[in-house]
Each structure stands twice: as structure tokens, then as C-alpha cells.
């Protein structure tokens, strides 16, 4: 496997070199065959300890990253903040310092507030500690691991036996949905901007302010399309990325009804015969059944990677904690 | 071990062979020596990932469901519905499919709602997911694993060294307590009656409904009676199963009161005195000392097999997690 | 390692001899240098299990257990109150029962309860469980792990390559804080003049009532001293523990306010210019900053030994589960 990954924590796609999204795919993809093999563990991180500091909770994503961990034969502690020392008055560093003093190796860290990921990895490189910080999703603003196994699952969907970002090339692929208050959608424009494809975002105004394309910060902007409607999105697209409607976002006045927003964004068989032949839908999961996507097409294998993404995300999960637990400063 | 087995899901002792408890009972007889050997592991389903996914919580069983799959060395997820993505507004299918999507091989589930591990068993299979479903309590419907872990105790108890169904031929067990609610009694009753063994149901006409008995679909239900008073049940009996009295039912004015139920119900070292010589105690846990059953007497090694319960429950799942792990469809 | 250990539950360090405390010492030196080794991990403890019973909930104490255990190769069992039977009826001695009848060797306890974790020992003695009880704080009482790692982190800061409680002779130790609730206290006391050194308390009265020292059990008590104020205290000494100040003590009106605690008796760097050039500063953890010490000493490595405690808390965990768990009563 890759010994020339330069990179110690994981916190953001914003900075990602096409190499380094390269380096993830086909790790991705031996960590795919060992799980479709017997045994499925590898020795790779024995001894070293991952500890799961989720300040938001999410069983879905957590479990995922302990069986990632598991398989990798590392020892994996779980940090509930309800019965935890926060509610005692002590600071978050202050947490993150004294699972580093335990033995902690790699934390994977999710927290409501965007930047806390970040913030606690330089805070951890000051100090020395050596420790790898891992970005499980932080408010608003990133959440690479599930970029990353979003891009494996196209890659793969565009060639199974050598993902590579370059695949993306004059693809064009539709995200719809909140993607104002999406890290999922942040994380997925700036791989899929790297990799080559035209990004075409469809969401109510509300949900996606005319200026959202000036924060974004890549150099391909150009590639990247804002649409008030599902239509001009949707037509000849390759990939459609549907967003999970968080429910609280109706009380807060920026959606009239979840049955409306269904019938305009709402991703249905028939809508996609706007795209290309062939086309396939994604979600983050949890899914709302009937709001973002209806029940039927998640449950179509034709059309939908949902459960492949879930697959996938131990595989992807399992590089990540390879490359960054093996990566010697 | 056996290669013999037949059964991909542990749902309902409703519809056990002779063969298959005899199977489950030599099975677990040898996982009894593994856990009073040494090492107390076996690397039965290394790789393998089983998921308990407790809707309804219960610290015990989980804990010997997990103590199980790790002595088998499986890998263990659990999962807490206090923090999960059901809040989210996902079905719980689509929980199951996530875990069985993330690599879940065996899922030990825990519902409050009768049939919901049928119907997950059922719609994993028309998924061709290779999941097998483990029933760890659903409703008032059955709780298969206590049934079998309580048929191993009785066998073991009469004869250590062999136990097998056919040692119930002709005996008497008495069954006393919130019959109505109880899962533990439905998957009892199937068990004792299939091996031959005469069962005598007691309890207040609230917890016992006349029409009880056409509900249980045996076709040994002549072997199967009921009795609104303790006396006819204890007579002769060589085992005494007590059950759990939920104080809820009180205020469902089900009950009178404990102390009343007690008086009439409860089972003390002078009601034994009804029974056969050498007849033994159960109780499936927690005990509310008392109440079903007086301290003295759960606390007495000369009747009760309550710890013996506790010990065998983690042999008879490890057993079944065994055989249902190497079933190949 | 050591052989002629004699103890099976660690309960307080009311009793402990200098043999004991210095084959703990050499006990956790020997695990450091595990932690410190590339495998991390040692099969000392085998198909052994560590039930982790926490009545009162702490993540950081029960990390640091959990760790240790599984760097001993131990299976662990968590035990979560809030989920449990306890809520069902049960006393907690069946709780205990059950965990020992599925198979646990050590049982970890806390409890909020001052004697709760001997009386459990004393019953499962009686019941010849072979069961170890390990108190991990109860109460007001003891919290002889803390106790140990604190004097493991002092005797490894005076000789690294040979902590032995011996170093103590002759040193000057000031402890800052809430003695009268305090666990971390009445433990730290017993090793600390046990192994020669001078113990000087300083709290205000409310927290340090005149009659503390006659609850004191030791046959060294003349070399501990009560002090309401800091400085006679702080004066010359070679080591300061601080102890976490429980906000709930202000509305029980034993505190004026925060603000005021800390001018009086918060540990600032001025103030230790009345120690000894090289004093260390020590805190259980988790620390109000600017509380019980000023925000900017606790982040000084000159100073704080506040990681170490936490990085020679597994270490001496380690060391205590392994003498117990290979005690042959």
C-alpha cells in the first residue's frame, strides 16, 4: 500500500490533490477485497487506539468508523458526551488532551460547531502529541470521509477494478437539496470539481442562496451551477446526489411543506428520465422516504448506490485510518 | 460441532424439531467446556460482525449476547436507539439495511413490537443479504434464546453429562406468573411441551385468560393445563418456573397488589413443600425478591437455578450464534 | 512480574503495606514500557472479563479501565445504569450476581455510595465467586487507583527508572481543595504517609472541618497537618495536588463563590514560588480552569504533571488488573 501519503489528519477536502484522492480510491479498493475475503482484519493498526469523540451523536456513522477501526485490529474507545466530563465544566481540548494522555492514536472527532475538528489538530500538533485528527463531520462545514466514499462509489460505479478521480471527466453530476446547510454537499463539490465533472446544485432559494458559489473555494468554479429548479439540473446528468431535509429546517420558515418540497425537488423514476441512461442516485443517508427521494427508487437497485455508499464507507473509513495511522511525520 | 443445521434465523421456538433442540443442547454442552477452560475462546466466527440492535433496552441480555459473540470472536457493534437515526425519522428496515450494508453478518434484535424480527428475517431474505436474525425478545410473541437456555439448564440438571429434550418425557413443570405478557413463557411452553413434559400454567384470571390455551399451537397442548390457583400447579412438580411481574400491571388494575399476588402466587420454601423432592427454581431475571418468589428462597443453592440461568445463557448463544453463523444457506 | 501479591479486590488504601505499594510501582513501570512498545498490548489477561459496573457515570475513569483491560487482552463489559435492570427492581448485588454467573472475573466498580464496592467484595467472598471487586471511587471514601497513579507519577518524577514509595521520606506534599468530599483525598493521604512524607491539607473551613484528621486511620497521622489557609501549606513544598472543586458545594453554602475560591486557595504560578524550586502540580482531572488553578499554570509542562497522571493512569490499571487477576486465592 501507498507510503508517500503526506498527510496527517483528515479534515477537509478543500485542500485535496487529485493524487492524494487517488491514493484513497485504490486503498479503498484493497481495503474491499480484504473485507470480501474470509478473514476480513487486517493486522494494520494493532496496538493503536481510535478513539470515537462524537460531541454529536450518530450510531450510523460511528458504527461505521468502529468497524473500520476494528477491522484494522486497533482498539476503539467510545466518548459519550452525555455521561461525560463536559457536562462537569471541563473544556473540549481539555477532553481531547486527556484521551491523547490515555494513548489515544487517531481521534475521530464529529462536533456541531464548524472549524472544531481543525482547531483541535493544530491545537494537537503544538502540543506534539502525534496525534491524527479525523474529521467525522463538523456543523455546516465538512465531512471528507463521506465525500471520499461518495467519489469511491462513482469511481467504482464508472470502473470497478481502477477507481480513479479522473473518471469524473465531463461527467455531469446533480446534488439536490439542502445544500446550505450541508457538510455532505461541501465535501462532495470539491472532490468532484478536482476529479473533472460539471456540479450542477438544485435546491430552493432558501436553501441555496444566490452567492452560496462565491464560498466556495476552488479553482474550478467554473464547473460549478446553481439552479432553482430540479430540471436543468437534472437533464443528461451522469450522478444524482440527493441531501437528507433535516425536519427543523420547516420551523425555522425556510421550507413551506415537506409535501411540496417533494413535488419540486423530490427525486422520483420519473424525474430522472431527465438524465442520462443509466444514471444512478445517491444519498448520505438517513433517508426521509417519500421527501427527498421516493421510497420506490431507494429501493431500486437500478438506480440506486445508497447501499453500496454504506459498504463502501467502511472500505473508504478503513484507508483513511490506514494512510493517517501509518503516516510518520 | 453440527453440520447438520438447518435453521438460518433464531425467530420462534414455535416450530423447533427434537432434532434441532437436541442439536442446540449437545451444541452448547460443548461451549460449556470452553468456558470453563482456560483460554474461554474459540475462533469460531472471527471476522464475523454481529449486531445487537436493542430497540428496547435491556443491559443483561445484551451483555450476554455480547459476552457470547466475543468469546466466539466476533466483532460487536451495538447499537443505542437513544441516539440513533430512528429520532431521524428513518424506518427501521432502513436501519437494518444500513447495518447489514455496513457488513453485519448476524443481527440480535430486540423489539417491543411482536413479529418484528419475523418481518425484518423475511425482508432480508427477499434482499438475498445472508443476514441471519436473531430474536433476543420481541413483544409478547417469544424470546427463543431464554426458552432454549432454560430447556438447557432443566437437561443439564437432569442429566449433566448428556442433556438432551427427551429427559422431559413425564415430568411436571409448573409455570407461575404474568403468563399473558410473558414472551418467555410462550417460547417455554413450545420447548417443554415438545419433550414430552406435562406443563401446568398458574396464575390470577388477569394474567391467564381462560382462552390462553388456543393460542398456543402445539400439538401436544393435551399435555398443556391451566389453573387459577398455585396449589394443583406445584403438586408433584419437579421444576417451578417463575416469571417477572411487570409492577406496571398494577396500574393497569391487573393486580390487586404485590403484596396480595405474593400471597397468593409467590413462591417460598413452604410452597415447595408441594412439589416433588429435589424440584428446582427458575426464574428468567431480573427478580423482584419478594414478590414472585421469596429472598430466601431465590438466594437458597438447594432449589434455585437462577445463576445457572445467567451461566448457561451465554453458552446456549454461544451455541446458537455458532450454528447460524456457519449455516450455509 | 510479581508473584507474591496478596490481595484479590483493590478496595482502599487504608491497609495497604510498603511491599504492596512498591510491587504496584515496579508492577506499572514494567506496563509503561509496554505502552511505550510498538504492539501495545500483552495476552496477560486472556479470556479473562472485566465487567466495567459504573453506578455513577464517568467516561474518563471508565476509558482509562476499559483500556487497560483490552491492553491486556481482556474481554470488557460495560455496564450502563441508565438502560439497566437497577430501574426494573433489582437489587444491586443481583446485578453484581449476574454479571459473575455470565462469566465476569473482574467487576469494576463505582458508586456513589461510600462502602458500596467492599460490601459487594465481602458478599461475592462469601459466595466464593473467585470474583475480584476493583473500586474505582465510592463515594466519599476511596479511589485507590487514583491514589496509586498519583504516587506513581510522584515517585517516577523524584527516580524514573525505580519509583518506589521510599522516595517519599522527608518530602513536603500540600493538598488544595474540597478534602471533605473528596476521594481522591483520603486515598492519596493513606500512600502519601505511608511513605514518609509530610501531608499538609489546606481548604477553607466548611471543606475542612477541624475534625478531619481524627477520621484519619493511619499510624503516621502525626505527619499530617490541617491548614484554612494556603501559604503554611504551599511553603517549601515538593509537590502540590490540587483536588476538582464540585460546583454543586456553592448552593449547599460551604463556598462564597468561585471567584473567591480561587483568590483564597487557587494555584497560580505566584503562589508557588512559596514551593520549592522544582515543585509539580498534580489534579485528578477534570479541572475547572481558573478554579482550582489558573488556566495558564495547568497548561505549563514545567509544572503540571496533570498528562502524566492521566498516561500513568492506564499504566497502573494495567498493573493493578494484572496482580488481581493472577491472584490465586
Known sequence: MNNNWQRKHILSLEDFTVAEYDMVLSTALSFRSVLQSKTK??????????????????????????????????????????????????????????YWSMGANIMVIRHSGAGVPLNIASQLDKLNS??????AGDGMHQHPSQGLLDLFTICCCLDADNPRISLLEGKKIAIVGDI??????????????????????????????????????????????????????????????????????????????????????????????????????????PVNRGVEISSELMDDANYSLIGEQVTNGVAVRMALLYLIGNYKG
Open 180 to 285: 446550505l446547510h450541508s457538510r455532505v454537499a461541501r465535501s462532495n463539490i470539491y472532490s468532484l470539481l478536482a476529479g473533472g465533472a460539471e456540479v450542477h446544485l438544485a435546491a430552493p432559494p432558501t436553501l441555496l442562496p444566490m452567492l452560496f458559489k462565491e464560498t466556495v473555494n476552488s479553482k474550478y468554479q467554473e464547473r460549478l451551477f446553481v439552479h432553482w429548479e430540479l430540471k436543468p439540473a437534472l437533464e443528461e446528468a451522469d450522478f444524482v446526489m440527493t441531501l437528507r431535509l433535516q425536519k427543523e429546517r420547516m420551523s425555522e420558515y425556510l421550507l413551506p411543506s415537506l409535501r411540496e418540497y417533494h413535488q419540486l425537488f423530490g427525486i422520483t423514476h420519473d424525474r430522472l428520465k431527465w438524465c442520462k441512461p443509466g444514471v444512478k442516485v445517491l444519498h448520505p443517508g
Open 41 to 98: 482484519k487486517v493486522p494494520a493498526l494493532q496496538g493503536q487506539v481510535v478513539a470515537n469523540l462524537f460531541f454529536e451523536p450518530s450510531t450510523r456513522t460511528r458504527s461505521s468508523f468502529e468497524l473500520a477501526a476494528k477491522r484494522l485490529s486497533a482498539d476503539v474507545l467510545n466518548f459519550s458526551p452525555g455521561t461525560s466530563s463536559l457536562t462537569k465544566g471541563e473544556t473540549i481540548m481539555d477532553t481531547v488532551t486527556t
Open 130 to 135: 502525534g496525534v491524527s485528527v479525523f474529521n
